[in-house]
């Protein structure tokens, strides 16, 4: 499921691209450029923080989180190595982001990590086997309700784009997924006890930086009109 999200997610923003002109060899490169990037930020994240980072480096763990970051660096180099294409390529991945997380936390759900916190109410799921991370523990299905919300959010930034025509549709997406994100962390095991969780802490850096960006351009706007 992990790099069925990539597949599936890079395959439509190299559609959406060359069907606002970007030439298709372009296209391709920032698919296989963003996924080299989004590995290794996965990776990253996920090792530095994990608390033992001697250990993490051992094993094979990838965070969301750092997915989309990677994606994010991804999409800043490439958009100053083709200054003429910019525009459809950062709204390209900005768009298909959500529906990338949404598919690869279908992997979480099934293998039953980053699991919810302990409830024993409707849709409550169980995981059981020697992989299982809380056997025999009803738990709320967190993964779930992230694949569910975050596909709802990939259609309304296609809305968004292409319905409404929004100039600020990639700010207000970006800003909509870290506010979703940061808010279902509170219904993960891991946040049991923190104030604040990493996720959340980057989630506040993500949303910061994209009002930030926001006001920039709003500003360069105004200079050059």
């Given at each position: 499921?992990?790099?069925?999200?990539?597949?599936?997610?890079?395959?439509?923003?190299?559609?959406?691209?060359?069907?606002?002109?970007?030439?298709?060899?372009?296209?391709?490169?920032?698919a296989?450029?963003?996924?080299?990037?989004?590995?290794?930020?996965?990776?990253?994240?996920?090792?530095?923080?994990?608390?033992?980072?001697?250990?993490?480096?051992?094993?094979?763990?990838?965070?969301?989180?750092?997915?989309?970051?990677?994606?994010?660096?991804?999409?800043?180099?490439?958009?100053?190595?083709?200054?003429?294409?910019?525009?459809?390529?950062?709204?390209?991945?900005?768009?298909?982001?959500?529906?990338?997380?949404?598919?690869?936390k279908?992997?979480?759900?099934?293998?039953?990590?980053?699991?919810?916190?302990?409830?024993?109410?409707?849709?409550?799921?169980?995981?059981?086997?020697?992989?299982a991370?809380?056997?025999?523990?009803?738990?709320?299905?967190?993964?779930?309700?992230?694949?569910?919300?975050?596909?709802?959010?990939?259609?309304?930034?296609?809305?968004?784009?292409?319905?409404?025509?929004?100039?600020?549709?990639?700010?207000?997406?970006v800003?909509?997924?870290?506010?979703?994100?940061?808010?279902?962390?509170?219904?993960?095991?891991?946040?049991?006890?923190?104030?604040?969780?990493?996720?959340?802490?980057?989630?506040?850096?993500?949303?910061?930086?994209?009002?930030?960006?926001?006001?920039?351009?709003?500003?360069?706007?105004?200079?050059?009109?």
């Amino acid at each position: 499921m992990f790099l069925l999200s990539f597949l599936i997610s890079f395959m439509i923003a190299v559609i959406m691209m060359i069907r606002k002109g970007v030439d298709k060899k372009k296209a391709l490169f920032s698919a296989m450029f963003n996924f080299i990037c989004s590995l290794y930020f996965a990776y990253l994240f996920s090792v530095v923080t994990s608390g033992d980072i001697l250990k993490y480096l051992k094993s094979i763990s990838f965070s969301s989180i750092g997915g989309l970051i990677g994606v994010a660096v991804g999409v800043i180099v490439l958009s100053f190595l083709f200054k003429e294409y910019r525009s459809p390529l950062i709204k390209a991945y900005a768009l298909v982001i959500p529906l990338m997380y949404s598919i690869s936390k279908m992997g979480c759900f099934l293998v039953g990590c980053c699991y919810g916190i302990e409830y024993d109410g409707p849709f409550s799921v169980t995981y059981s086997g020697r992989l299982a991370h809380r056997p025999n523990v009803e738990l709320f299905p967190v993964q779930l309700m992230e694949v569910v919300v975050f596909f709802v959010i990939f259609w309304v930034g296609l809305i968004l784009e292409y319905k409404i025509r929004s100039k600020y549709s990639v700010s207000i997406l970006v800003i909509i997924c870290a506010l979703t994100k940061g808010s279902l962390d509170f219904l993960r095991s891991s946040h049991v006890d923190q104030i604040i969780s990493v996720n959340q802490a980057a989630c506040i850096v993500i949303i910061i930086i994209s009002l930030i960006v926001q006001l920039c351009v709003k500003r360069i706007k105004k200079v050059y009109m």
